[in-house]
């Protein structure tokens, strides 16, 4: 079973690339699955139910998050009844929406994904890894493949989230830097994993905001208004074959596509 899993939708450019070259990734690499972080789909920031719903029928089925998720407020009611949405797991249990989805693949296969925040340079939540735990021993036996999406700023942070569910999940993956690494591999206990997904948006960008105003940020210290990029949009992310019974992974590749 081969699954795309993409990172951070960045607004309208982001959206458009994702749409236009989704379909031909899925026939490309015979894709059964499809996980895309959408944290700053909605104008860079945040996510509205139209553009949620815009991306699920593109082909995506779970759309995973992070810190930015709350920012767009008619988000709440609709992170509330679209369960193919997911925030970080590990935030507290009164916020909106949740952070596990289990069901299956349209040939029957169970899979399980999970979404968890990191901690470091990261805004207060509960520690990822024992959350991951609890939510590892829900799932029990009712899935063998089970992908993890760590929203999170620190590369150590990540490889150790990485390393410390090898064996237990299939696929381990980074997101919020924006920069795809290098570093895709299988672990010896056969999870699949990468530091960072990287950004489906405009990459002729500082991380998709529009360089020109982050550099003055830097220049100058004042604070101005973020606005997206429009130009080089690409689409971000992995490529993995899993063993459907074991729920190892037996390959990974990375994705990087041109509009």
Known sequence: MNVIILGDVVGKPGIQVLCQSLGKLKAQHEAEFVVVNVENAA????????IGEQILAAGVDVMTSGNHI???????????NQPR????????????????????????????????QGRV??????????????????IGKRAAIIIVDHHAE??????????????????????????QTADEQIFANGTAYITDLGMTGPHDSVIGVDSQIVIQRFLRGMPNRFETATDDARVNG??????ERTGKAVRIERIQVKA
């Open 70 to 80: 709350y920012d767009k407020k008619d988000v709440i009611k609709y992170i509330e």
């Open 238 to 243: 992995i490529v993995v074959e899993l063993d």
């Open 154 to 179: 620190a590369t150590s942070e990540k490889v150790a989230l990485g390393r410390y569910l090898d064996g237990r999940v299939s696929v381990v993956v980074g997101t919020h830097t924006h920069v």
């Open 43 to 50: 104008d860079g920031a945040g996510l509205t139910a139209q």
């Open 85 to 116: 949405l997911l925030r970080p797991a590990n935030y507290a249990p009164e916020t909106p929406g949740r952070g596990l989805w289990l069901g299956s693949t349209n040939s029957g296969t169970q899979v399980a994904v999970i979404n968890v």
């Open 121 to 138: 340079f990261m805004p207060p939540t509960d520690c990822p890894f024992r959350v991951a735990d609890k939510l590892i021993s829900e």
